[in-house]
């Protein structure tokens, strides 16, 4: 069972929910002329990324998710490994975040401040899991369930979200079945 | 220049335990491999990446996408795709689903396998006899036991000694560990049915390196569990880390790369086998090559598509197939069967370091008599650990609190799979595509290969008994699914070219010789007469030994 690799776990640990949905199971196709013309992403917009993450996986006693470059690693994965459903819903993502933005606080995303994102990004947050709870398997997904996955799975994969928020040891030496955990510690990154 | 004392062809697991223990007997041995040089540890280059050097971390939609065989395979990832066949380079013909995983190099899958090495009983080498399927197998455990334990020692096995009659003790070296909820279930399981013995897997792993292991320039496992990458501390068992190498340094191994064996020459005038022919890959020229035996090692499809292939005007249908049997009774292993749960409590308990192994329960339905409704068993596997990160894709949370929480490990959940025996049979079978041929001018391979009624019936038991099991233990919200994977996607093929003392109904031996072409030996997953419920590669190793040391002396003999 050994060979049971972490994605099938995850899967069936989560009821089926993975990082990307089934894009990660399924793979992406040749993006269509408009999706084409919308990547690669403007700096600004990988910007504009990077501060979404950050207000999800904020700096606290360790880095965030800026300090990770997931807006990076989203525009990678939206560029190679997206289907073109799931790339045309992250895009659009883009200005629909930002409309969310103006609706609520009459001021764009990138204006608003700290607190003022998360409260905004709280609301989207619900909103996305309850379109998830709801909707049909052909529905396309939530644009910020896509971001948020994309967000966690950068962040706890990369060197600062790993080393920092997680403990992560490349080279264990051995296998101890059975020690002590305090609240507190934290989890092994893989 | 082409001649030699023998052939092997294949470089995995089995042939390159042939290739070792040929070599080490004085013998000038030729290894053909068709796949590309992988030499230990210098061609590993993916083996001390950290998760965030990996550009898409780890995924490889794309190429799964275009590629949904090998994309099924649950050890493919951007780390080890380079050990993997592409579907597109190596097309074959499905007349029913059947998902062939290959990997093409020296060392073949030995260097993506499992890992998970248990001894067959004695129970298994008489199921078909007393189960009158198949037929019977011509050696019982006691003929292999010297064997097992010859290889064990030369590999290295962690395991315990656990004294089951279903699961023969091994050669071993110190078990892993279970987890603390491992620890507390297994106790359980074991006090709630008296047949049920949860014991640690055992694995080709170096927990503690003997002299024979640190000979072979191999270390101790350090638990990272990155091995289908290639070990950079060879602490896991391979052809690359461990057969091969071993070998060389005889001074009588000459390893091929790039040779795609076309088929076994029969001298129709001689009225022998006298080689075989060789597609190199890179330049399709054919060569023949000479030799006094050859061992065919391809793995279990591919020594079926070479013998199919090798035909004369004394075997019109393949080598040895006076019977008609070659290629058919193919059989796999039962994967079909998952259950999952959660544990509460033990909050206050984790573990470190990353385990190549997990807790087994030994197959123990109709063992020494039929008990159920269906033929055989089933193995039962199980793992529990801690959620990590992973527990927040799918819970509501922005900033830091939602990133404390999920930064530390979240419950138990517990992971229970299956792996049944397949009760062979003869519709199921492999044979020749009549036009479509690959790229090296090899005719394509047809799987005709099913589950059958028996297959469902074993799951249906493994759901029920497995869910007692986990409810024994005390673990919540169980459920049970069917995973409906195909055939193939277990990596565990067998069958096809079988072992048995008639030559009317096999094609081989007790010795792995073909009845009709004695100097041909096979002892890869093709030889096998019924799969039992144990990871199958030691079997295969341990039948290579033995069918060495076989052909060595009756060559020395002048017998073939």
């Known amino acids: ?190 | 220049m082409n001649t030699y004392d023998a052939i092997v062809v294949g470089s995995g697991i089995s042939g390159g335990w042939a290739a070792k223990e040929l070599c080490e007997k004085g013998i000038k041995t030729l290894l053909l491999e068709r796949g590309r040089n992988v030499e230990h540890l210098k061609d590993y280059p993916t083996a001390t990446m950290n998760p965030w050097e990996f550009k898409h971390r780890g995924r490889l939609d794309k190429l799964k996408k275009e590629n949904p065989i090998v994309g099924r395979c649950y050890a493919l990832d951007e780390a080890t795709e380079h050990f993997f066949v592409k579907d597109h380079e190596h097309p074959y013909v499905q007349d029913k689903p059947f998902d062939w995983i290959r990997g093409y190099q020296v060392g073949g899958k030995s260097l993506i396998w499992a890992r998970q090495t248990q001894r067959w009983s004695n129970y298994d080498f008489e199921g078909p006899a007393r189960d009158g399927f198949a037929i019977d197998w011509p050696i019982r455990y006691k003929d292999l036991a010297p064997w097992y334990s010859y290889v064990e020692k030369f590999i290295g096995i962690s395991g315990n000694r656990d004294g089951l009659d279903t699961l023969p003790d091994c050669e071993s070296l110190p078990a892993f560990e279970m987890n603390c909820v491992e620890k507390d279930m297994s106790g359980k399981i074991g006090a709630a049915n008296k047949n049920w013995n949860v014991v640690q897997g055992r694995c080709a792993h170096l927990t503690k390196p003997a002299p024979i292991h640190q000979q072979q320039g191999r270390g101790q496992c350090q638990a990272r569990h990155l091995c289908y990458r290639g070990c950079p501390f060879g602490a896991y068992f391979s052809s690359n880390s461990s057969t091969i190498p071993w070998a060389m340094k005889t001074g009588n191994l000459t390893l091929q790369p790039n040779s795609v064996v076309h088929s076994v020459i029969f001298d129709d005038a001689k009225g022998k086998v006298t080689g075989v022919r060789v597609v190199d890959a890179v330049t399709k020229k054919m060569t023949e090559y000479y030799a006094k035996i050859i061992f065919l090692n391809a793995a279990c499809l591919n020594t079926n598509l070479i013998a199919l292939n090798s035909t004369s005007k004394r075997f019109p249908n393949g080598l040895g197939n006076d019977n008609g049997l070659l290629g058919k009774y193919m059989a796999f292993h039962n994967y079909r069967g998952v259950i999952s749960g959660s544990v509460e409590g033990y909050e206050d308990k984790y573990y470190f370091g990353r385990r190549p192994t997990q807790p087994m329960l030994p197959n123990f339905r109709n063992v020494k008599k039929q008990d159920t409704d269906f033929l055989r068993g089933y193995m039962t596997f199980f793992e529990t650990s801690r959620t990590g990160w992973q527990q927040g894709l799918g819970q509501n949370g922005i900033g830091a609190d939602f990133k404390n929480a999920i930064t530390e490990p979240g419950p138990w959940h517990v992971f229970m799979m299956m792996q049944g025996e397949h009760v062979p049979e003869e519709s199921s079978r492999v044979y020749l595509h009549k036009d479509l041929k690959d790229a090296w001018g090899m005719p394509q391979l047809v799987t005709d290969i099913d589950y059958n009624e028996n297959d469902l019936k074993v799951m249906k038991d493994f759901h029920q008994q497995g869910s007692e099991m986990l409810a024994a233990a005390g673990v919540k919200n169980i459920s049970t699914s069917d995973s409906k994977q195909a055939p193939g996607l277990d990596i565990h093929e067998m069958g096809g070219i079988r072992m048995g003392n008639d030559p009317k109904t096999s094609l081989l031996n007790k010795w792995n010789q073909f009845h009709h072409a004695p100097n041909v030996f096979v002892t890869d997953g093709a030889c096998m007469v019924s799969t039992s419920t144990q990871n199958p590669s030691l079997t295969f190793m341990a039948l290579t030994a033995r069918a060495v040391d076989h052909a060595v002396s009756e060559m020395r003999k002048g017998n073939i």
């Open chain 1, 1 to 190: 069972m050994n060979r049971r690799e972490a994605l099938n776990m995850v899967a069936l640990l989560m009821g089926g929910t993975v990082v990307g949905g089934t894009v990660f199971l399924e793979g992406c196709k040749t993006a269509d002329k408009k999706v084409a013309a919308a990547l690669p992403l403007t700096a600004d917009q990988i910007a504009f990324l990077d501060e979404v993450a950050e207000t999800i996986i904020p700096a606290t006693s360790t880095p965030g998710a800026k300090a990770a470059k997931v807006g990076e690693f989203m525009h990678t994965m939206v560029t190679d490994c997206y289907d073109e459903k799931d790339q045309t819903t992250f895009i659009e993502g883009l200005g629909k975040l930002n409309e969310a933005s103006e609706t609520k606080f009459k001021s764009d995303f990138m204006k608003l401040t700290p607190e003022q994102r998360k409260e905004l990004l709280i609301g989207i947050d619900k909103e996305a899991k309850d379109y998830a709870g709801s909707k049909k398997k052909e529905d396309p997904n939530h644009y910020f369930t896509l971001m948020k996955q994309l967000t966690l799975l950068g962040y706890f994969s990369s060197e600062v979200g790993a080393t920092q928020a997680l403990r992560y040891v490349a080279v264990p030496g051995k296998y101890e079945g059975c020690i002590d955990y305090k609240k507190g510690d934290k989890a092994w990154a893989i």
